[in-house]
């Protein structure tokens, strides 16, 4: 499966935007689908991650009620709602796929991923 991720740019805390990464391939609703996310001089760290039919969420500490992550597998996209930003989300914004991630929360449990967008987030 090819990822390609959008919606990244130059925002204001605060600000609401939502990311999309649109998927190829006739087999979307068989992957569980992350964003995972790189901050300038630090690690790749998980952000969110959904389940093959969205039943499942999950959620990293310091965005849980602020973002939001969901699938339409019609349009073969996932989506991250990002809602009260803070300059500290600011980073590159990769969306991953896998069929069945050994450990959800965990990059390195994903086969695909898309080329990455940025957020950056001025205060």
């Known amino acids: 499966v090819q990822l390609q991720a959008s919606g990244g740019g130059l925002v204001q805390a605060g600000d609401s935007p939502r990311l999309s990464c649109a998927a190829s391939g006739r087999t979307f609703s068989t992957y569980y689908l992350g964003w995972f996310r790189q901050a300038p001089g630090k690690e790749r760290e998980f952000v969110a991650a959904?389940?093959?039919?969205?039943?499942?969420?999950y959620y990293t500490d310091s965005v849980k009620g602020r973002f939001t992550i969901s699938r339409d597998n019609a349009r073969n996209t996932v989506y991250l709602q990002m809602n009260s930003l803070k300059p500290e989300d600011t980073a590159i914004y990769y969306c991953a796929a896998d069929l069945r991630p050994l450990r959800t929360m965990e990059g390195r449990s994903y086969s695909y991923w898309g080329q990455g967008t940025l957020v950056t987030v001025s205060s």
């Open positions: 959904i389940s093959w039919i969205g039943g499942s969420t």
